[in-house]
């Protein structure tokens, strides 16, 4: 069982940076960055491997997002430069501890840990 502990997102004018961070309480093999607007389906955002270095990233945040870790800490971070109005969402990051490799990064149900989620909203 690992818990999974978001901060940081807030407010920020259109063009401004966030940072999120994700500590988890144990060991996982992959962490993921999701969103989810009101009446909208959940977005992948980032996901990368904790015991690795490779990472992936959406269409939507490629060269805006990055995603990255604190391996001392068990801690994941999604720094967002460059933000646009349709990033405003709830965020999430989930983790996967499953060491197979048969699964697709952006599949949330791939992800059997979740944060409690932390709203970024960006206005114009």
């Known amino acids: 069982q690992v818990e999974l502990v978001q901060s940081g997102g807030g407010s920020v004018q259109v063009g401004g940076s966030l940072r999120l961070s994700c500590v988890a309480s144990?060991?996982?093999?992959?962490v993921g960055w999701f969103r989810q607007a009101p009446g909208q389906e959940r977005e992948w955002c980032a996901t990368?491997?904790?015991?690795?270095?490779?990472?992936w990233y959406g269409d939507s945040v490629k060269a805006r997002f990055t995603i990255s870790q604190d391996s001392a800490k068990n801690t994941v971070l999604l720094q967002m430069n460059s933000l646009k109005p349709e990033d405003t969402a709830m965020y999430y990051c989930?983790?996967?501890?499953?060491?197979?490799?048969?699964?697709?990064?952006?599949?949330?149900?791939?992800?059997?840990?979740w944060g409690q989620g932390t709203q970024v909203a960006v206005s114009s």
């Open positions: 144990g060991s996982t093999r992959y």
């Open positions: 989930a983790a996967r501890t499953d060491t197979s490799a048969h699964f697709s990064v952006s599949d949330p149900s791939a992800f059997a840990y």
């Open positions: 990368i491997a904790t015991y690795g270095v490779s990472t």
